[in-house]
């Protein structure tokens, strides 16, 4: 199981740029689906990529679903030759996307991005508009009983409201 | 909260129809930490009957 407030914590500790994105996020605003792992889109610069590879070293990052024993190396090198990383740690099943479809990079992404107040710290997510519209281009079947979710919760957020 | 502009998908608004409200209704009077900690609960117990399934499911020859 994943342990989304230690993963959240180390990354914050360590300063990492990132915005919560994927089920996490839907989960933080309202939905009530499962999700198995914590997906992230983190900025792609130099010193967020050393900071990123420290907040996450400590817990054995791995590729997720490799057979056992590969060559991999958790550095910069390693993140600046790949854009998304399907990981597995010690602290649970993180991905770390350089971009999402609908959505773009952490550049693109952060400033319509909402703060989250969670476990005792602050984080980024990705607004509800936001989400939608990923879910939206990511256009995969399974996204659209998700898609119908956060519409939902779009249109009970919007009833409060008035 | 600005709505996020599209068309309606009929594959979508047939999948709204089937969701529970009072569901969701119920879960957005939660915060954001009470959320993913039902969340990992939930996670918590579906691991545990997976796991109950393996220990009665008939082992394959």
New interface residues.
């Given amino acids: ?5 230690g993963l959240l914590g180390t990354l914050v500790r360590h300063d990492v740029a990132f915005i919560v994105v994927g089920g ?1 996020a839907a ?2 605003h ?3 689906r ?3 792992d914590l997906d992230i889109v983190y900025q792609r610069s130099a010193a967020n990529l050393d900071r990123l590879v420290a907040a996450l070293a400590a817990y054995h990052p791995y590729l997720r679903g490799a057979p056992p024993g590969l060559p991999f190396r958790w550095d910069r090198v390693t993140l600046l030759r790949g854009m998304n990383f399907t990981l597995v740690s010690s602290l649970g099943e993180i991905d770390l996307l350089g971009e999402i479809p609908g959505g773009g990079t952490y550049e693109d992404l952060r400033p319509g991005a909402v703060s ?4 005792g710290m602050e984080c980024q997510c990705l ?4 989400l ?2 990923a879910k ?1 281009a990511a256009g995969r079947p399974r996204d ?2 998700v ?3 956060l ?4 249109e ?3 009833a ?2 008035s | 909260m600005e709505p996020a502009e599209h068309e309606k998908d009929p594959v979508v608004e047939a999948y709204k129809k089937d969701l529970d409200r009072t569901l969701l209704r119920e879960n957005l009077k939660l915060s954001v930490e009470e959320r993913f900690r039902k969340a990992m609960e939930l996670a918590r117990f579906a691991e545990e009957m997976r796991r109950a399934g393996q220990r009665v499911r008939p082992r394959q020859p």
Avoid: H, N
């Avoid at chain 1, 199981?1 to 407030?5: G, V």
């Avoid at chain 1, 989250?116 to 476990?119: A, D, E, G, R």
């Fill in positions: 199981m994943t342990d989304f407030e996490a989960i933080a309202g939905s009530v499962l999700t198995s989250l107040s969670v476990f607004s509800l508009p936001q939608i519209r939206r659209l009983e898609l119908a979710e519409e939902l919760i779009e009970e957020a919007g409060e409201e």
